[in-house]
Nanobody, 122 residues
Framework: QVQLQESGPGLVKPSQTLSLTCTVS??????????WSWVRQPPGKGLEWMGAIAYSGSTYYSPSLKSRTSISRDTSKNQFTLQLSSVTPEDTAVYYC??????????????WGQGTQVTVSS
């Protein structure tokens, strides 16, 4: 079974960069033909797909977040990371990593991390 776990600071100050890491076990971000995605859910709102990195290393981003989003990976650790720059309180959300066969918000039946709360506040 594929397992994913998010980690990183729970509090980020406005204008700073939000950085999160997803650690994957039971599957390979290189050798499995999946997209590895970041998804977030602000309080009281729906899921928003942020972007993904494919097994090849190619990256894909939501148009609304592309200018300040960067997804990268560390293949030796089987991890992929999210960096969201110039954050504001509107970026406060639960952040999830997940994997799927296609781009976009993964299906509920796909593999998801538990999510991690990130609050943007001074």
């Amino acid at each position: 079974q594929v397992q994913l776990q998010e980690s990183g600071p729970g509090l980020v100050k406005p204008s700073q960069t939000l950085s999160l890491t997803c650690t994957v076990s039971g599957g390979s971000i290189v050798h499995n033909y999946y997209y590895w995605s970041w998804v977030r859910q602000p309080p009281g709102k729906g899921l928003e797909w942020m972007g993904a990195i494919a097994y090849s290393g190619s990256t894909y981003y939501s148009p609304s977040l592309k200018s300040r989003t960067s997804i990268s990976r560390d293949t030796s650790k089987n991890q992929f990371t999210l960096q969201l720059s110039s954050v504001t309180p509107e970026d406060t959300a639960v952040y999830y990593c997940a994997t799927s066969l296609r781009l976009g918000v993964p299906e509920p039946s796909d593999y998801w991390g538990q999510g991690t709360q990130v609050t943007v506040s001074s």
